[in-house]
Nanobody, 123 residues
Framework: QVQLVESGGGSVQAGGSLRLSCAVS????????MGWFRQAPGKEREFVAA????????HYGDSVKDRFTISRDNTKTTVYLQMNDLKPEDTAVYFC????????????????WGQGTQVTVSS
């Protein structure tokens, strides 16, 4: 059974940093593009960042560009999201996901999802 398990969420003040991790198991990790999405209460799930299979290409949502960095370690089958200069509007549940495509920013192109980790940013 494929598993994606996020960790690293928590509460932080505005301007702070968090690093999310997503450990993937029972999946040919290197064959999948990986992404991070987030969902705030009452809002649709939003694209945050994506990374290609071998990490050579990345793509970010406009609201997180220059503040967030996605990376992956194929030897550890883990994808990361470094979040800096956090803002209250970054508050959401963050999900990692895997796609058979090399990379995508469309949530309906992702095949597997984690359960999410809560990030709360206070002003």
């Amino acid at each position: 059974q494929v598993q994606l398990v996020e960790s690293g969420g928590g509460s932080v003040q505005a301007g702070g940093s968090l690093r999310l991790s997503c450990a993937v198991s029972n999946l040919a990790f290197v064959n999948y593009g990986m992404g991070w999405f987030r969902q705030a209460p009452g809002k649709e799930r939003e694209f945050v960042a994506a990374i290609a299979r071998y990490g050579g290409n990345t793509h970010y949502g406009d609201s997180v560009k220059d503040r967030f960095t996605i990376s992956r370690d194929n030897t550890k089958t883990t994808v990361y999201l470094q979040m800096n200069d956090l803002k209250p509007e970054d508050t959401a549940v963050y999900f990692c996901a895997a796609t058979v495509l090399n990379m995508s920013f469309l949530k309906n192109q992702y095949n597997y999802w984690g359960q999410g980790t809560q990030v709360t940013v206070s002003s």
